[in-house]
């Protein structure tokens, strides 16, 4: 069976993921396990424990940031 | 006895914090930091870019040098905004410190009073630490610490201005009248202003563009280093009363007299 296509928003730009997609495999399709960041969905916190287990759901707005210089 | 810095009963030896903004590079940056001898270290949270492959990580370099990280909320535009950043930046940082900025006005950069309130008191029931960055109101200092902030950070002038000290009064009252530490941000330019600053009771100061943007950064981490120490000295030895009229330095007995 075809698994169904539905677009996320990370940091504001569009992508489009399978369903079932969970966290961690956004982020290794995006290269950023070697990067330090958090993630929000939808304005939540996810703990990293739990992105292998998060699973992205349509429309789903994603951001992840990490720090910069600022004072 | 030791004349540490005591925050929320964490203990620095150095009261020079230091902004990250507008750093050079890495290299200057750590140069910096090292010569400025601060424990504790602000930066900005930000969305990551997704299409740079650099492996510039400020957060992991600041970690390596085992430096206290202060998360600020510089660019949030909405008290949901502040929550979340602050929610990110202690799963990012694995730190309940936030230094709190609700600012509105693009041109002075000016903190937003009634947001700082409203974000502070919901940041705090939410297990925050709360050093709110505000302007030099000495009322509105005291609220906040009723509210249960771990310090408060007046403004000297705007962020990154150069101005130096203009509030110096205000500021004054505000030191004299709190119970908690008062970190006085934004505007210092030279040492001799976080001097004057640490001399007039000052707990500490935070400095960014001053250092980050000197000719030469290493040589002004140090200066400045150098006159937080020589104002708390000072401040500590008690400096003596202002007086009308000249008093003689030399003994006056004995003179000559021809």
Same mark, same amino acid.
């Given at each position: 069976?075809?698994?169904?296509?539905?677009?996320?928003?990370?940091?504001?730009?569009?992508?489009?993921?399978?369903?079932?997609?969970?966290?961690?495999?956004?982020?290794?399709?995006?290269?950023?396990?070697?990067?330090?960041?958090?993630?929000?969905?939808?304005?939540?916190?996810?703990?990293?424990?739990?992105?292998?287990?998060?699973?992205?759901?349509?429309?789903?707005?994603?951001?992840?940031?990490?720090?910069?210089?600022?004072? | 006895?030791? =004349?540490?810095?005591?925050?929320?009963? &964490?203990?620095?030896?150095?009261?020079?914090?230091?902004?990250?903004?507008?750093?050079?590079?890495? #290299?200057?940056?750590?140069?910096?930091?090292?010569?400025?001898?601060?424990? /504790?270290?602000?930066?900005?949270?930000? +969305?990551?870019?997704?299409?740079?492959?650099?492996?510039?990580?400020?957060?992991?370099?600041?970690?390596?040098?085992?430096?206290?990280?202060?998360?600020? @909320?510089?660019? *949030?535009?909405?008290? =949901?905004?502040?929550?979340? @950043? *602050?929610?990110?930046? +202690?799963?990012? !940082?694995?730190?309940?410190?936030?230094?709190?900025?609700?600012?509105?006005?693009?041109?002075?950069?000016?903190?937003?009073?009634? /947001?700082?309130?409203?974000?502070?008191? #919901?940041? !705090?029931?939410?297990?925050?630490?709360?050093?709110?960055? !505000?302007?030099? =109101?000495?009322?509105?200092?005291?609220?906040?610490?009723?509210?249960? *902030?771990? @310090?408060?950070?007046?403004?000297?002038?705007?962020?990154?201005?150069?101005?130096?000290?203009?509030?110096?009064?205000?500021?004054?009252?505000?030191?004299?009248?709190?119970?908690?530490?008062?970190?006085?941000?934004?505007?210092?330019?030279?040492?001799?202003? $976080?001097?004057? /600053? /640490?001399?007039?009771?000052?707990? $500490?100061?935070?400095?960014?563009?001053? !250092?980050?943007?000197?000719?030469?950064? &290493? #040589?002004?981490?140090?200066?400045?280093?150098?006159?937080?120490?020589?104002? +708390?000295?000072?401040?500590?030895?008690?400096?003596?009363?202002?007086?009308?009229?000249?008093?003689?330095?030399?003994?006056? #007995?004995?003179?000559?007299?021809?």
């Amino acid at each position: 069976m075809n698994k169904a296509n539905f677009s996320i928003y990370v940091n504001g730009k569009e992508f489009i993921v399978e369903e079932n997609t969970t966290l961690i495999k956004l982020i290794k399709d995006l290269n950023l396990e070697k990067k330090s960041f958090a993630i929000a969905v939808n304005s939540e916190v996810v703990k990293k424990e739990n992105y292998n287990r998060f699973i992205i759901l349509p429309d789903s707005k994603i951001e992840i940031i990490s720090a910069v210089g600022g004072g | 006895m030791n =004349d540490n810095l005591i925050i929320d009963g &964490k203990e620095f030896r150095s009261r020079l914090f230091i902004g990250t903004g507008k750093h050079k590079s890495l #290299k200057d940056l750590e140069n910096y930091i090292i010569s400025s001898e601060s424990e /504790m270290i602000t930066v900005a949270i930000r +969305r990551l870019d997704l299409d740079d492959n650099q492996s510039n990580d400020l957060l992991s370099f600041l970690i390596e040098k085992k430096l206290n990280i202060l998360p600020n @909320t510089a660019g *949030c535009k909405n008290i =949901d905004e502040i929550i979340l @950043t *602050c929610e990110l930046s +202690r799963e990012l !940082i694995n730190t309940n410190w936030v230094k709190l900025e609700a600012i509105k006005d693009p041109k002075y950069l000016l903190p937003d009073p009634m /947001m700082t309130i409203i974000a502070a008191e #919901k940041l !705090i029931k939410n297990g925050f630490k709360v050093l709110p960055y !505000i302007n030099s =109101d000495p009322a509105l200092a005291k609220n906040l610490e009723e509210l249960g *902030c771990s @310090t408060v950070m007046p403004l000297a002038s705007p962020i990154g201005s150069g101005n130096g000290i203009k509030n110096e009064e205000s500021i004054r009252i505000i030191i004299e009248q709190s119970n908690v530490p008062v970190i006085v941000d934004a505007g210092l330019a030279v040492p001799s202003d $976080a001097s004057k /600053m /640490m001399e007039i009771g000052a707990d $500490a100061v935070l400095v960014n563009t001053a !250092i980050a943007q000197a000719k030469d950064s &290493k #040589k002004m981490g140090e200066a400045f280093k150098l006159g937080v120490k020589a104002g +708390r000295i000072s401040f500590k030895s008690g400096r003596i009363p202002i007086k009308g009229i000249a008093s003689p330095s030399s003994p006056e #007995k004995n003179l000559l007299d021809v």
